[in-house]
Structure formats: C-alpha cells, structure tokens
C-alpha cells in the first residue's frame, strides 16, 4: 500500500506546530529554546563538516567543489531539517553530496561509504565530549563564576550542546535509510543486502518516520541519550575530582 508522503509531512507539520505552541504555554520553555540554539547549530555544523571532511579525504572532491568544507552553520542547516530538531528532538542538516566513483582504491567503496557516513555521529561525540571537559574545567577551577547567575546559563548552554551532539549521534546510529546509520550497516553488508536496502530505501524511509511519529522511535533512543550523557557526566566529574550535591 502507498502512503502519500504528503499525508505525513502534514501530521508531522501539526506535531511541529503543537510544539511550537507549548513554548509560550509552558513556563521556561522559550528560554530554553533560546538557549538550546547554539547546541543546534554546533551539532548539525560539525557533523555535516565532519561527512566533507572525511569525502574529501578518501578523494572525493565533490564536497569540497561544493562549499561544504567549512564551518558556515548556513552552508550546512536545512531549514526542515533544523525545525525538526528544535521541535521533535531528531533533525537533520543539509546532506552532503559525494560521488562514490571518486574515492581512492584504498579501500572497498562500500568501506569508504561506510566510513563518509559514520564520520558525522564520530564527530558529534567528539563535540560533546569537548564540551563537557569545558564545562567540569569551569566548575573545577572557576567555581565562583560557575555557580554564579552567568555561570548557570553557560553551564545550561554547555550541557544542551552535550546533550544534543549526543542526541544527533546516536539518533543518526539507527540502521534505517536515511540515516547515517544504515550506509555504515551497509559497509558491512554482502552485495545483494545492501543492493537490495539501497532499491527499498524509500519504503524503509516510510517506517522511518511512522516510528517516530507512532513514539516507537523516542522510547529507544531518549533512554540511550541519558544513559549517554549520565555516563559521560559522571565519567568527566570523577576525572576532574567534582562532586555535586
């Protein structure tokens, strides 16, 4: 049976808009939203770098030809995409185009496919890791500034950029086209599984979104989030001697 993916977009177009209407409804929600802004931009920018970066040095310049090696949030934010991930939790950035066909033969080009694809996730945990050192760095050797009123909103602004590079990471892990997750499956897959994924991806892009609109999607990857990021916390505070009461 074919669902219109227009019929979809709509029902996710309503959910968007419902959200969008709680952040002047509850308490605190637009100054969260505010704040939650530049982990979004650092997220979806450093991850669809990270995708050019890697093309380019496998010997693809399609990427580089492109524009797509710096890192301008504007030459890698797609509006949907980015919408999705203030309102939903999942999103997604402009997707960086590269021509298989171009890739030196050191390796497999499914190899080197799977390598482009997990170099966006790789680079999200790189971030967050980043910037969850900066903030026990602050907290350990500036505490009058850290817990003070400015430094409650860095820490805030820190740990959604935590937070979301985690989210985007994991999120784009799940094995479903069109997800990052499915070309790096993909690389590890016989030739006529992965010929036979890439020929049905649109109807795997249909269970995709009906996942996440049935909740299926959120009740797997929110709990990994917290786990992600309860680990990553307690890890870093123990190096760094912190205690929190």
């Known amino acids: 049976m074919y ?9 996710i177009a309503l959910m968007l808009f419902s959200s969008f209407m709680s952040l002047f409804s509850q308490e605190g929600a637009l100054l969260s939203f505010v704040l939650s802004i530049p982990g979004i931009l650092i997220a979806i920018t450093f991850h ?37 991930l203030v309102f939903a939790g999942f999103g997604w950035g402009k997707p960086v185009e590269i021509n298989p066909r171009n890739f030196n033969r050191d390796i497999s080009l499914s190899k080197a496919e799977a390598i482009v694809a997990a170099a966006g996730p790789l680079m999200n945990f790189v971030i967050a890791i980043v910037f969850e050192i900066i903030a026990c760095i602050i907290a350990k050797f500036i505490p009058s500034f850290y817990f003070s009123n400015a430094g409650i ?6 740990a959604s950029i935590v937070i979301t590079n985690l989210g985007l990471g994991i999120f784009n892990l799940i094995p479903i086209p069109p997800l990052d997750g499915s ?4 690389g590890f897959l016989p030739y006529n599984a992965k010929m036979w994924m890439d020929n049905h991806s649109q109807i795997f892009e249909l269970i995709f979104i009906a996942l996440w609109i049935v909740g299926i999607l959120s009740l797997i990857v929110s709990p ?16 760094f001697g912190l205690t929190f009461s």
């Open 3 to 11: 669902i219109d993916r227009r019929i979809i977009f709509l029902i």
């Open 48 to 84: 669809e770098f990270a995708h050019a970066f890697a093309a380019d040095r496998l010997g693809d310049d399609t990427p580089r030809r492109q524009g797509r090696l710096n890192l301008n949030p504007f030459t890698h934010l797609d509006p949907f995409g980015t919408i999705m």
């Open 153 to 158: 909103i860095v820490d805030t602004i820190l």
């Open 183 to 186: 070309k790096i499956l993909g």
């Open 224 to 239: 990994l989030i917290s786990l992600a990021y309860n680990g990553l916390t307690t890890l870093t505070s123990s190096i």
